[in-house]
């Protein structure tokens, strides 16, 4: 029963956060005005803004004008209903899940913003940060310590990255919004956490860079920003982190 609730609570916060991708980027409120169609803006009724289910019954268009609704919006809302229970399934009802979940939404928001303006905000990456740290106080999934060192090496060695390529070649590679970013998820996983999301995402940013040259022909650099790939690195690690460093040791046992 409390499981269906978390898979509910998490298709409403979805709902909230497509609200937020929208309209972060604008630098508009997320609060005021009520939800409305980005094409005809009229106003979305409540039984029109069910998440993923309104979708369907509309069938991906508009009740007043007809035109298409994004796939953005149940993708988005069905992703954060399935954290929510994989989270809550691990964590149960405690202040861990609502830590967790929070992170896991603002990695969600910051992946579909970077994929659509090639920027990731810095009204989620810095509070986040705040909250990484705090959180390492009030919950026992890490010591204080362990969660600033997080925060320094992800951002320090982002940054350090970024420095070094602008200076070899004269232009930027890889944004400060990254750096905040890692710096974020170092606060919420720790130190060791970083260097297996850097290796993770740079593993699977590789294979989609090949992938998309093979295909397309095109210098991946510029087509595809790095924030998603940290993004899922950092959920990987959250989820599969101790699971991966045993079988790397397992495997290389007498080494
Ligand atoms: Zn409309």
Known sequence: MLELFSVILGALIGSFLNVCICRLPREESI?????????????????????????????????????????????????????????????????????????????????????????IPDVISIPGMGVGLLGSLILSHLSFLNSLGGLVLGGGSLFLVATIYQWLFKREGMGGGDVKLLGMIGAFLGWKAVILTILLSSLIGSLIGILVMVLKGKDFKYAIPFGPFLSLGAVLTLFYGEAIIRWYLYSHRGF
């Open 31 to 119: 609060v005021t005005p009520g939800s409305h169609c980005p094409q005809c803006k009229n106003p979305i009724r409540f039984y029109d803004n069910i998440p993923v289910l309104s979708y369907v019954l509309l069938r991906g268009k508009c009740r007043h004008c007809g035109k298409p609704i994004s796939m953005q919006y149940p993708v988005v809302e069905g992703v954060t209903a399935l954290s929510s229970w994989v989270l809550f399934t691990t964590y149960g009802p405690s202040l861990s899940y609502l830590f967790f979940f929070a992170f896991v939404a603002a990695l969600i928001v910051i992946t579909v913003i970077d994929l659509q303006h090639q920027i």
